[in-house]
């Protein structure tokens, strides 16, 4: 994403630049939303309220918990922290607490329907312990018949995802701090939540699976009511590096506090600086669906017509595959391109994640190069304006693997999004004595899929 300065100025808004590389990471299914409390406003018999406030009112009355001197709004913490001072039982609260939930039935918060909508979204995780995020998903997703897949942590009994998430055919909620239950297995208070995060930094009990998405994924915390510190560690739990190391993915925070916290907000821009703020958790939801729902119409709309959905490329390359090589600004083209190409039924691969450097990463692409069918470079106005950049390398591969091929082998067909005069292309002479096929906004021409099927040594389905 781009980087904006995190200022009192620049909190509340992200610039175009920065929306358009959020929504184009969601679409590639690389974005994990993690949804804490914040989110949660509920309709109660005095209007709308946090349920994590209205939770703890009703756990200090079934408790016969004082709260004449606790300070005001009411937090679990504090009703939980009274209760023992009094000598109760610990294991009362939990129980007490599944008693309340189970006796209503809130309806979704409409910040938690439209993240529900958002079906890009195929790996939730949330820092509460409540129902309500299952029941928007049920209802956006499946009628409101239960099939989304819930997973809850708890120290004493370890859950992972169940399978690799390109794997996964349903919809995952994963309860990171516990679910709600009869038995203390959950976060209710300050206590509990030093329990959890110790258990899931111990290397015989963190969930292995859900951590690797989490730390090779762009992240929105949307609603977290971390403090200062809990922010700061959990972050760093998280990427499982130290924040000031480089790394190819981002975060966002986007919540009610954050954004007031001077100190935090300094330590994020200086240190940790892939990450951003965005003040405001529902507006960021409320943005965010506006947007993604507005990228989803232009496809609707063509009826039959519509183009194949994009599915992200696998991790690995698969056999025989049409490898395409663009410049990073040009993704959107390449992924209508690849879209049109599926949808005729070619295999093609692309590395989304482009890491531009180290040596493992230039050989796995070295390698994809020289075992690829054919090598598809994507010629525009970006790969004119980037004189030095990876592509190019990749191109610079392509070429070496033409020398062991037969004069009039078909291997390197060029390609061309925009309206780049093919005779100033900044590409290799090789390119130059091929034919470059034009299609504008990565929308390949009929007779070009044809061609690759022909190539191939069978005919168009």
């Known amino acids: 994403m781009a980087t904006l300065p995190a200022t009192a100025a620049s909190l509340q808004a992200f610039d175009e630049d920065a929306w358009d590389d959020l929504l184009n990471y969601i679409e590639e299914r690389r974005v994990i939303p993690i949804i804490g409390p914040d989110l949660l406003r509920v309709q109660t018999d005095r209007g ?24 005001q709004p009411l937090t679990l913490n504090d009703v939980m922290c009274c209760f023992l001072g009094q000598h109760g039982r610990r294991e009362e609260a939990y129980t007490r607490l599944r008693s309340i939930l189970r006796e209503v039935q809130f309806e979704p918060p409409l910040a938690l329907r439209q993240l529900a909508q958002i079906t890009d979204f195929d790996l939730f995780v949330t820092t509460t312990f409540d129902p309500l995020l299952e029941r928007a998903l049920d209802l956006e997703r499946h009628g409101g018949q239960p099939s989304t897949e819930v997973i809850a942590y708890a120290p004493n009994r370890v859950a992972d995802l169940s399978a690799e998430r390109s794997q996964s055919q349903r919809t995952v909620l994963y309860h990171l701090l516990g679910r709600l239950s009869a038995s203390p297995t959950y976060v209710v208070s300050d206590e509990d939540m ?20 989490l730390e090779h994924n762009h992240l929105l915390l949307i609603g977290s009511d971390f403090s200062n510190w809990l922010a700061r560690l959990f972050l760093r ?22 954004a007031q916290d001077a100190r935090l907000v300094a330590f994020l821009q200086q240190v940790s600086v892939r990450t951003r703020v ?8 409320a943005e965010l669906h506006e947007r993604w729902s507005a990228r989803q119409r232009p496809a609707a709309s063509t009826g ?12 690995e390359m698969p056999e025989n595959a049409i490898f395409i090589s663009y410049a990073r600004e040009d993704l959107p083209a390449v992924q209508r391109l690849k879209a049109a190409m599926d949808s005729a039924g070619l295999t093609t691969w692309f590395d989304l994640d482009r890491l531009e450097g180290g040596d493992d990463y230039d050989r796995k692409i070295r390698a994809n190069i020289g075992r690829c069918s054919f090598f598809l470079p994507v010629i525009s106005a970006t790969t004119q304006r980037r004189h030095e950049a990876y592509f190019r390398r990749e191109w610079s591969y392509a070429v070496d693997r033409t020398r062991n ?16 005069p093919e005779a100033d292309a900044l590409v290799p002479e090789q390119f130059k004595a091929l034919h470059i096929v034009r299609m504008p906004g990565g929308e390949p021409p009929p007779e070009f899929l044809q061609r690759l099927h022909a190539l191939f040594g069978g005919s168009a389905p």
């Open 405 to 420: 091929l037969a004069d009039g082998a078909k291997f390197i067909l060029p390609v061309c999004i925009d309206d780049t």
């Open 278 to 285: 965005f003040g405001g958790a529902e507006a960021f939801v």
């Open 194 to 213: 030093l329990e959890f995060i110790c258990a899931l930094q111990s290397e015989h009990l963190t969930p292995e699976k859900l951590f690797h998405e």
């Open 304 to 315: 039959g017509n519509a183009p194949q959905r994009f599915l992200p490329p696998a991790r």
């Open 237 to 258: 739990m998280a990427k499982r590096k130290r924040l000031s190391d480089p790394r190819d993915v981002s975060e966002v925070f986007a919540d009610d506090h954050t």
């Open 48 to 71: 709308l309220r946090p349920l994590y406030e209205w939770l703890a009112e009703k756990l200090a009355a079934r408790l016969s918990v004082d709260v004449g001197g606790l300070p």
